[in-house]
């Protein structure tokens, strides 16, 4: 064989077995990736389920940023299976999976509480600072490594309303007997001043509310609560978020789905929840203020603080029911002690940045 006639062949041999190997790549590569999630909110809801941040946001995101390789297929609350078993769900594989908050599975196992919000706890920012720099997103993972879950932040309200209530509060002794719809920690805290706390999803909120089954309610803010027509069923709202200043939502992901994952897949979810967390704030940021306006000037709606002495009560209620129950459990132990540790150094800062500035600007 010539030298020139061998050289051609080597060549050609090379290239096809090049182009062997490198098909197979390519072929994963391009791989489509389909998982299912479920919401323990209604069909289009703003930011829990639609809109800026929102659950579907982060699924576009996820396409366009995977070029077609990892599409979510969501589904509403009642839509593939009912508002509150999502993180059973998820857990038993039947869907990859969910958005909702964390405190929702309280009864579960009570650490989950934190990683949404805690009663008189920190603002967005820290609370925000806790999950992704303090170690409260590695003890999530902890939290729900015996359920095979793997969870991540994806939409976040900020500081949220005391809520509806069909008759103003004036005294602590209000509380007594009333009925309230109210999630998490703040239902026990309810409870130790004889509340009767109840769970409800959303979507079943005006219809209780509007015919007295229960007597007061609790949701977002102005704007979630107006488009829900809660100023219809109850006229007081009381502003003080004590309850749930920095209430995030969560995307939780069963395990096995997760580790089938490439590591550019993991880190666009990553990216893409943390994008949701920003888009979610700044839009509840924008549209509350407009709303809160509205449901006073339109609605005829007495928007108030409850009083100092209810909230002095709220507020040792709430430390005896986070000391007792971190107490019957080594785990939410751990989590309480990270969280408070953080919130200690955090408050200091708080204090003489955004709490200075807040004084001065606003003249309080």
């Known amino acids: 064989m010539e030298r020139r006639s061998f050289m051609k062949a080597g060549l050609a041999g090379t290239v ?24 323990a909110y209604g069909p289009n809801a703003p930011f829990y389920v639609v809109g800026p941040g929102s659950p579907t946001d982060m699924a576009k995101k996820l396409e366009t940023m995977s070029g077609g390789r990892l599409k979510i297929q969501h589904f509403a609350a009642g839509e593939l299976i009912p508002a509150l078993e999502g993180f059973d769900a998820v857990a038993a594989g039947t869907v990859e999976a969910n958005a909702a908050n964390s405190y929702f599975w309280s009864g579960k196992v009570f650490a989950a509480q934190y990683f949404t919000t805690v009663p008189f706890g920190m603002s967005f920012q820290g609370h925000m600072a806790w999950l992704y720099h303090g170690g409260g997103l590695e003890l999530w993972q902890e939290v729900y490594k015996p359920f095979n879950l793997v969870a991540f932040p994806m939409n976040n309200t900020g500081v949220q309303m005391t809520g509806w209530f069909r008759k103003e509060v004036t005294s602590v002794d209000d509380l007594k007997g009333l009925r309230m719809r109210i999630p998490g920690l703040a239902g026990k805290v309810y409870g130790q001043l004889g509340v009767d706390a109840r769970l409800l999803p959303g979507g079943e909120i005006f ?3 509007e015919r007295g089954v229960i007597d007061a309610a609790e949701f977002v803010g102005p704007f979630q609560d107006r488009r829900l027509g809660l100023q219809k069923a109850a006229k007081f709202y009381h502003t003080t978020g004590w309850h749930e200043p920095a209430t995030t939502g969560e995307l939780v992901i069963g395990a096995a789905a997760w580790e089938k994952l490439p590591a550019d897949l993991k880190e666009m979810v990553k990216v893409a929840s943390m994008a949701c967390v920003l888009e979610s704030l700044t839009w509840s940021e924008a549209v509350n203020g407009e709303a809160l306006t509205e449901l006073v000037e339109k609605d005829g709606v007495t928007a108030k603080p409850l009083p100092d002495a209810v909230i002095a009560r709220l507020k040792e209620a709430t430390y005896d029911t986070l000391a007792t129950e971190s107490a019957k459990d080594p785990l939410t132990k751990k989590v309480h002690d990270s969280y408070m540790g953080f919130k200690k150094k955090h408050d200091k800062w708080a204090k003489l940045s955004e709490g200075a500035f807040q004084s001065a600007a606003l003249g309080s």
């Open 16 to 39: 096809g077995a090049t182009a062997a190997l490198a098909a197979p790549t390519v072929a994963r590569a391009q791989s489509t990736i389909t998982w299912k999630m479920t919401n």
């Open 207 to 209: 219809p209780a509310l």
